[in-house]
């Protein structure tokens, strides 16, 4: 299965793949529809509004291009299919062909149709009209909204295909070919979702994606939903004149910390128990002073003499949270996949532990 064919057929597939949705390697080789036609886009700073109709109008001819480009590619990949001619081609191809033909000229017509009557056919000027004024055009709306997008204080975050800018009245989501915006004192949004992952691949930190629903109190604009890091999700309800509702299943950790502690938390739970002997009363827990002790330092990863870790002989001084939070404290912050695996010293006599060994009281 070497044949040029094959080879063309799994590289074009890979090109086309990562020209739709660019990974961060097409992004710094320049490999985009916006880097491509920066010239005739214009400046996104400049003019938010005008560089995303085009923007859109763009990529939407590009992509439908894709196909057509692969069927030009085989005509060299595969000559023995004499696909140059397509009246002589194999029956699937011609017909392959004319898909790859009318897709383009389909995606030409809608965008000739948006951009008549200067773009107040694209879907981003229609709902920007949804909020203009009696007698005042879109434009007059699209003008604020590049005057905002200007100001340095927006909130902005996501990835290219699906980029979150919160600026002081709009709330927008820039996807691949579209632009959602809704006014904020209209929108109404509400935490849907919320998933862990456990490491993200640049930081090496677990993170939790908030996924929100921006919901208009207008019917006419479409609810859209907006994805972010929960770590960013202090600074985008500053940017929100509103507060953010919540699903009631949903919670929200925000830091770090808190993640690692309900991972050190549900690890603890799974360990032996430890018994009080009889007689001992609990005291509270000497870091928050709100809770009754909870947790007692036993050697349970290995026998006795084995091993770096020792046996502790206090007695039960702290609670879960805070003996959570002592050995998150411990840990190199820039390592978090290294956290769950460490030992620590015990907060009082400095006896080695791990997670292993932490037994809540029962
Ligand atoms: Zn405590
Ligand atoms: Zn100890
Ligand atoms: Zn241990």
């Given at each position: 299965m070497d044949s040029p064919e094959v080879t063309f057929t799994l590289a074009y597939l890979v090109f086309a793949v990562c020209f739709v949705f660019t990974p961060n390697e097409f992004h710094s080789a320049g490999l985009t529809v916006q880097n491509l036609l920066s010239g005739w886009?214009?400046?996104?700073?400049?003019?938010?509004?005008?560089?995303?109709?085009?923007?859109?109008?763009?990529?939407?001819?590009?992509?439908?291009?894709?196909?057509?480009?692969?069927?030009?590619?085989?005509?060299?990949a595969a000559s023995d299919k004499r696909l140059h001619w397509p009246a002589q081609a194999p029956e699937a191809w011609r017909l392959f062909l004319l898909?790859?033909?009318l897709l383009p000229c389909a995606a030409g017509a809608l965008v000739y149709h948006w951009a008549r009557d200067r773009w107040a056919r694209?879907?981003?000027?229609?709902?920007?009209?949804?909020?203009?004024?009696?007698?005042?055009?879109w434009a007059a709306v699209a003008a604020s909204v590049d005057t905002e997008?200007?100001?340095?204080?927006?909130?902005?975050?996501?990835?290219?295909?699906?980029?979150?800018?919160?600026?002081?009245?709009?709330?927008?989501?820039v996807a691949t070919y579209r632009v959602h915006v809704a006014r904020q004192q209209e929108a109404q949004l509400t935490v849907t979702e919320s998933r862990q992952h456990e490491l993200s691949p640049d930081s090496n930190l677990p993170v939790q994606l908030l996924t929100l629903r921006v919901a208009s109190a207008s019917p006419a604009v479409r609810p859209f939903d907006i994805r972010l890091n929960s770590a960013?999700?202090?600074?985008?309800?500053?940017?929100?004149?509103?507060?953010?509702?919540?699903?009631?299943?949903?919670?929200?950790?925000?830091?770090?910390?808190?993640?690692?502690?309900?991972?050190?938390?549900s690890l603890v739970e799974g360990n032996q128990a430890y018994a009080v002997p009889s007689g001992q009363e609990l005291e509270a827990c000497i870091g928050c002073m709100q809770t009754r002790a909870g947790v007692k330092l036993?050697?349970?990863?290995?026998?006795?003499?084995?091993?770096e870790?020792?046996?502790?002989?206090?007695?039960?001084m702290w609670c879960?949270?805070?003996?959570?939070?002592?050995?998150?404290?411990?840990?190199?912050?820039?390592?978090?996949?290294?956290?769950?695996?460490?030992?620590?010293?015990?907060?009082?006599?400095?006896?080695?532990?791990?997670?292993?060994?932490?037994?809540?009281?029962?």
């Open positions: 886009l214009g400046s996104e700073d400049a003019a938010f509004v005008s560089y995303h109709l085009r923007r859109t109008a763009a990529t939407l001819l590009c992509h439908s291009l894709l196909p057509l480009g692969y069927y030009v590619g085989m005509c060299f898909l790859a033909v694209h879907p981003l000027a229609r709902t920007l009209a949804l909020y203009a004024l009696p007698r005042s055009g997008f200007r100001r340095i204080d927006k909130f902005a975050t996501g990835a290219p295909g699906a980029r979150v800018i919160v600026t002081d009245t709009w709330v927008m989501k960013e999700y202090g600074e985008l309800c500053e940017k929100l004149q509103a507060p953010v509702r919540r699903a009631a299943h949903v919670v929200i950790r925000q830091s770090l910390s808190d993640l690692f502690l309900e991972t050190f938390a036993v050697k349970s990863c290995q026998d006795a003499a084995a091993g870790c020792q046996q502790c002989y206090c007695r039960p879960l949270t805070c003996m959570g939070k002592w050995f998150a404290s411990r840990q190199d912050p820039q390592r978090p996949d290294t956290w769950l695996a460490s030992r620590v010293p015990c907060p009082t006599c400095r006896a080695r532990f791990c997670i292993l060994d932490v037994c809540c009281i029962r």
